[in-house]
Structures are given as C-alpha cells and as structure tokens.
C-alpha cells in the first residue's frame, strides 16, 4: 500500500520500517520513566493522541516526508504505551484488592485487540488496498473510542516518591531486575520469546508466499490467525495455571511443528505456523503477567516494565541480522526453520533450568 499509495520505493519503505524500530528502540526505556514520573493514565492518553497524529499524517499527507513524521509519532506513541500500560492496569486492579485477576484482564484486553485486528485485514481482504483510507479512518476512530473510555477510568492514588536523577533512575530499574533471580528469569525469557514473536510477525506473509500460497490468500490466512489468537487470548488465564514445565513441552512442541511442517503439504504449512504463532503469543501473555506479579517497587514499575521491551527490540535486530544473511544464501523457508530450532534449544533450556531455588514457578496470585 505504502508503495502503491505513496508511491514509495522499495528502499524508502525500508527506511520508514528502520525509523520505526530506532524511535521505537531508543525511546522504550525514557518513556517508561515518563510513566512512572507522570499520571500513567495521561501518559496513556498521550499515546493515544501521539499515534493518532501519525495515522492523521498518513492520510492527509501521503507522502514520503509524510510517512517519515506519522512513522517517527507512532513509534513514540507505542514507546509511551509499552510499559505503562502494564502498570496502569496492575495498580488499579490492586486499588480493588483484584491483583489475582490481572492475567485475565491483560489477556482479555489482548483479545479485544486481536478482534480489532481481526476486522481491520478482512476489510483488507475483502476491500482491497485501494480502501487504505477506510483502513486508516478505522484506526483513527478506534484511537478516539478508546482514548474516550480511559478518560473515565480512574486515575488511581499513586503514591508520591522520591526521585532521582533520569539516569540514575533507569540504572536502578535495570539493578532490580536484574538483582531479583526470578525478576531476571522472566526478563530473559519474556524479551527471547519476543524478539522471536516480533520477527515471526514480519516474516509470516513472507514464508507462505515461500511456501506457493497466493498473496491474495494472505491477508484471510493473517485474519484467521488473529481470530485463534483472540480466542486463545480469552482463556489465557487458564493456561497460566498450567505447571512452568508443560508450558516449555508447549514451547518445544510449538518449535518441532513449524520445523517439520516446512517441508509438508500447504494445509500443514498454515497449521504448523497457525500453531507455533499462538503459542508463542499466549506464553508472552503469561510471562508479562508474572512479571508485573514479581514487581514491588511501584516508582520505577512502568520503567522495569519496559526492559524486557527493550531487550525483546534488540534481540529482534540480531534475528533480523541473521535472517537477512541467511535469506541471501539460503531459501527463504530456511529462515523460519532457523527461528524453530532457536525455540525448540530455548524450551529445553528453560525446562530444565527454572530460577528459584525451589524450583517453582509461582502460579497463584493474590
């Protein structure tokens, strides 16, 4: 569409994506700060508002200059969201004596927005790219709803606390994390999966075109994707109750069936990353939960909950890195068999080796 629409080159397209990482990149752990020295309810606003200026810019200027700066506001926008959010939900929830239920209210907001999703590319299936404008005014609305249900959420009494220097603040959220043993397990294993998560996302149009399937099928095969992760986002919280074992046997398993589905006819192509995608999906769900469980210092929450962002954003440049060297001597399908084998390691990894000296991962909450 970015082509077609603003008749941008292939290398232009490519420029806007690498600003969006780098915006996105540099600014995840300052605005996590900006969520925890701020209202995090107005900070959420203000992504809201950040974002939609970007879509508005897209639509008014179609343009490559107008693409850079809707680009450069969105990443900013997400930035200020990351983190934050997390935040915000996991403090009013405690407001009501309600932290046990924050799995199910993350993952259920996470399939209210898989839905959104879902709706957004069967109009780009069944419309086609030349309604990128319906597509756009869609999300605008959407930013607009949204931004009018949180302004009348509470804002919740956050306690006041002492601040330091930005600096030495960010320093002391990455010594939290990583002082706690279980505080840095989840962290590592929640920015692995996403930063594998991130990658698959861009890959996935690209391996079943590899794999022969028609572009036009693409966007359906995208759609039905969204829908079995809003429905798997919707009982999450029942899949969080499940033993920290089981849920690496799931994480192999996820990795064994992309593998060996490569190779096998279409239907089991679409199964295998069907599958590895939504497993993927519903563990990231679990881990940002637990993570939020693990914190205890409220003043720097929404910044300690932007490391594993971070991290995730780095770990997706290496893979992206490596992919390209990979792509330029190998088939593309090699790729994605790449990323299989790195889940399947990383699943026996973190089978046999779990943080606390007990060995339990905690599953109960409250």
């Known amino acids: ?46 992504s809201n508002v950040m974002t939609g200026v970007g879509f508005a810019t897209w639509l008014l200027s179609p343009s490559y ?26 403090e009013r929830l405690r407001d009501f004596d309600r ?26 299936f069944f419309l086609g790219a030349r309604e990128y ?28 606390h002492e601040r330091k220097h930005p600096l030495g603040e960010i320093k002391q959220a990455f010594r939290i994390v990583w002082s706690t043993p279980q505080l840095r397990y989840y962290t590592v294993v929640l920015s692995l999966l996403s930063g594998i998560l991130a990658v698959i996302e861009e890959y996935a149009p690209l391996y079943y075109v590899w794999q022969g399937i028609d572009q036009e099928w693409i966007p359906l095969l995208l759609a039905l994707g969204l829908l079995l992760s809003a429905a798997l986002s919707w009982v999450g919280h029942l ?13 192999m398993s996820a990795g064994f069936v992309l593998y060996f589905s490569s190779s096998a006819e279409v239907v089991w192509v679409v199964v295998g990353m069907l599958f590895f995608f939504r497993v993927i999906a519903v563990l990231f769900l679990i881990l940002e939960a637990r993570l939020q469980h693990e914190l205890e210092d409220d003043a720097l929450r929404a910044t300690a909950s932007s490391i594993p962002t971070f991290l995730a954003e780095c770990i997706a440049i290496v893979l992206f890195g490596v992919s390209a060297l990979l792509s330029s001597s190998l088939e593309g399908v090699a ?27 905690r599953t109960t909450r409250g």
């Open 99 to 124: 932290t046990h239920e924050f799995m199910k209210m993350f993952s259920r907001a996470a399939s209210v927005t898989k839905l959104g999703m879902f709706t957004a590319f069967l109009l780009t």
């Open 239 to 251: 899949v969080d109750a499940l033993p920290w074992r089981v849920l690496m046997v799931l994480l």
């Open 65 to 90: 200059w107008g693409y850079l700066f809707g680009f450069f506001m969105w990443g900013v926008g997400w930035a200020l969201m990351s983190g934050t959010y997390q935040a915000y939900l996991f």
């Open 133 to 160: 404008n319906v597509a756009l005014t869609c999300s605008l609305i959407s930013l607009v709803f949204s931004s009018l249900l949180l302004s009348v959420l509470p804002t919740g009494e956050e306690q006041e």
């Open 335 to 361: 790729v994605v068999r790449m990323i299989a084998i790195l889940v399947l390691l990383l699943g026996g990894v973190f089978f046999f080796y779990r943080s606390s000296s007990s060995g339990a991962i």
């Open 1 to 46: 569409m970015l082509t077609d629409r603003g008749g941008l080159s292939t290398s232009q397209v490519s420029s806007l994506f690498a600003l969006w990482v780098c915006v996105a990149l540099a600014s995840e752990i300052p605005t996590g700060l900006i969520g925890d020295r701020f209202k995090r309810k107005y900070v959420l606003l203000a």
